[in-house]
């Protein structure tokens, strides 16, 4: 994936969207020699009961049937779990349970979770920017009818948009005026007991 800017235009984010929803493509299927070598693998490392040549060769070709559809590298999976987990050789159910373990870690599932990444990232800057714009009430009509209907809902429960009927519009903000910025709450106070004179002060 091409290295992209720290904040992404709409056709970009709609392209991530195109990989982070796509279908994985298919693993590449075992070969019979790869499923030979993972045979003879655990065969070498892990004890099992003797049989006379016959029964091996039964043996063999229903654990083919049963595994030798898989893909490679879960073949390969569950020939490395089984060395690690059994201590006698393993049946076709352990196998199949190890096959389903198995977690995909290709380039294929790294460039999706990426994409998925990066847009989760641009939609969360886009977010926050729509917050602070309702919250300096420079965010026009336009703008707010184009935001997503989940983030309308958000705005809604925090304050910052009220709704009449379908339409959601800006809850207008309270802004501090210049004075009570720079006097603090103290100056704030004395100003309204100096407005308004208690009963005392006005007999």
């Known amino acids: 994936m091409a290295k992209l800017p ?21 693993l590449p299927p075992s070969s019979k020699e790869h499923f ?4 003879s693998f655990l065969d070498a490392n892990l004890p099992r009961r003797e049989v006379d040549d ?10 083919r049937r ?10 390969s999976h569950i020939a490395d779990t089984a060395l690690e987990r059994c201590r006698w050789f393993p049946t076709i159910a352990e196998l199949l ?18 994409a ?24 026009d009509q336009a703008s707010i009818d184009a935001l997503p209907d989940r983030w309308r809902v958000i705005f809604e429960t925090q304050g910052l948009l009220r709704k009449d009927r379908d339409c959601y519009t800006a809850r207008p903000q ?22 308004f004179p208690s009963r005392r002060e006005v007999a």
């Open 6 to 26: 720290a904040r992404l235009s709409n056709q970009e984010l709609a392209k991530l969207d195109e990989v982070a929803k796509a279908e994985l493509p298919a």
């Open 54 to 63: 016959d029964t091996a060769k039964l043996r063999i070709g229903a654990y």
């Open 116 to 139: 998925e990444a990066l847009a989760r990232r641009e939609r969360e800057a886009r977010f926050e920017e729509a917050r602070r714009s309702l919250l300096a009430g420079t965010l």
């Open 66 to 75: 049963k595994l030798g559809h898989l893909p490679q590298a879960i073949v």
């Open 174 to 195: 309270h802004k501090p005026n210049p004075t009570e910025s720079e006097e603090g709450i103290g100056g704030v106070l004395e100003r309204m007991a100096k407005a």
């Open 36 to 39: 030979a070598r993972c045979w």
């Open 97 to 114: 349970s190890f096959a389903e373990e198995f977690e995909r870690n290709d380039e294929a599932v790294v460039v999706k979770r990426k």
